[in-house]
């Protein structure tokens, strides 16, 4: 099922201009490669807590790279204990 999920929005990510480069089963990080932009940035963030939520995490940025056009932005899943504890 989340296979599934992630497939189509992979697919929705190509339409929208923004892309998520990573993500699977077996890692909890993301990277999305998207427009430098105000409204492009908050849809990242948005995409990446509702990825992270279905498992039942939080979204933490971790790294943003952009030069004048385009960015690559990096978010990890983390418990929110973890959050909370490591003040993340």
């Not at 339409?15 to 890692?27: E, I, K, P, R, W």
């Not at 899943?77 to 959050?83: L, Q, Y």
């Amino acid at each position: 099922m989340i296979n599934r999920v992630l497939l189509l929005l992979f697919l929705l990510a190509g339409c929208a201009d923004t892309m998520l480069v990573g993500f699977g089963a077996d890692t909890n990080y993301l990277t999305f490669d998207h427009p430098n932009s105000e409204k492009a940035i908050a849809d990242v963030r948005t995409r990446a807590e509702r990825l992270c939520q279905q498992r039942k995490q939080v979204a933490i940025r971790t790294a943003s790279v952009c030069s004048l056009t385009k960015c690559v932005t990096d978010y990890q899943c983390a418990d929110e204990a973890d959050v909370i504890r490591y003040g993340l």
